[in-house]
């Protein structure tokens, strides 16, 4: 899985961390977009957003969704 930065260069996003995060406030599973550089968790309807290859996950830094 590879995160890209404002410059396009790739940053490695592990696949068993994907694995091992969940939604801080459902605690169900996550789904990785890399065209946005976020994590998914439909049952929040939340994106939590991923810089620099790390993913914040923080309620108040994730973006709703529609």
């Avoid at 091992?20 to 929040?44: Q, Y």
């Amino acid at each position: 899985m590879q995160v890209e930065d404002e410059n396009g260069k790739g940053t490695a996003l592990d696949p068993k961390l994907l694995e091992l995060l969940v939604c801080p406030l459902t605690k169900g599973s996550l789904r990785w977009d890399a065209e946005n550089s976020e994590l998914i968790s439909k049952s929040a309807k939340l994106a939590y957003p991923v810089r620099d290859g790390i993913p914040i996950m923080l309620p108040s830094e994730a973006r709703p969704l529609d």
